[in-house]
């Protein structure tokens, strides 16, 4: 397949520039673990030229290594995030909530949640990398200084702010809604299915839920947030607008969390 893509983009290119080359094509093989390679043996050719391996590879600003566990991606935005912060905290002369959570929402959120339905952290220290960031912020926030920590959803909630594994989990019940209304132009309603048996007790919506073999597959967006839809409300799914769902969602929210 790969030869008969060389051929078809040479053919195509008429030796131009922008043919398909070995040069800018790499390999990534995926692995359970760490000594386990999916094919080391095999050596993939574009043409006839070998291909090299990459133990990581980034794919629209997300970086995906064999394991698929994001803890790379995590820590790459952890230390985006941290600092755009920094940025903020030195240049900022007032530091008091009408002016550090705006910055915060409008400069260190957008990297918090660019395709994190994708990337969506699976252990707890990459958790918590990432809750460290949203910490730093109400650190800084005047009045909240020397406080402990075991009262940061308090500062949150005084702040208008969820915790980022709250925010996630809403992000991917909002695309879930998006998907089966055909709000995203028919795109990805084939991802799910719909329980279609008239015994099923819920919302009306239910999703199947699969079974699988390796943790990993459980933890892909498809998966992670059938459960939590199954639980929702049947007034929150049925909602008839996007608009409604997420008012309808965060009153459901603290409920099902």
């Known amino acids: 397949m790969l030869s008969d893509l060389s051929r078809w983009s040479s053919r195509v290119s008429g030796g131009r520039q922008w043919s398909c080359t070995h040069v800018r094509c790499v390999t990534l093989f995926l692995r359970a673990c760490a000594c386990c390679w999916g094919n080391p043996g095999y050596t993939y050719k574009l043409g006839y030229k070998r291909l090299e391996s990459s133990p990581v590879e980034r794919d629209l ?10 803890s ?33 929402t409008a400069l260190v959120w957008p990297h918090l949640k660019y395709c994190v339905q994708f990337w969506a952290p699976q252990y707890k ?51 879930v809604y998006n998907f089966l209304k055909g709000g995203s132009g028919g795109e990805g309603a084939d991802l799910f299915f719909l329980v279609t048996s008239n015994r099923t007790q819920g919302n009306g919506m239910k999703l199947h839920q ?28 049925m ?18 969390v």
């Open 61 to 70: 600003g997300v970086l995906v290594d064999g394991k698929l566990n994001m």
């Open 125 to 175: 220290e990459d958790i918590k990398l990432l809750e460290c960031v949203q910490r730093r912020v109400t650190k800084m926030v005047k009045g909240l200084k020397g406080k402990t920590e075991e009262w940061q959803e308090e500062w949150l909630r005084s702040l208008g702010l969820f915790s980022l594994e709250k925010r996630r989990l809403r992000g991917d019940l909002i695309a």
């Open 210 to 237: 699969r079974k699988f073999r390796l943790n990993i597959r459980k933890r892909f967006f498809t998966e992670r947030v059938v459960g939590h839809w199954n639980r929702l409300p049947r007034e929150v799914v």
């Open 72 to 104: 790379q991606q995590c820590i790459l935005t952890a230390k985006r995030a941290n600092r755009v912060l920094g940025c903020i905290k030195h240049s900022t002369a007032s530091w008091v909530r009408e002016v550090i959570v705006p910055l915060y």
């Open 239 to 256: 909602a008839p607008s996007l608009s409604e769902f997420k008012e309808c969602l965060d009153d459901a929210f603290s409920h099902m």
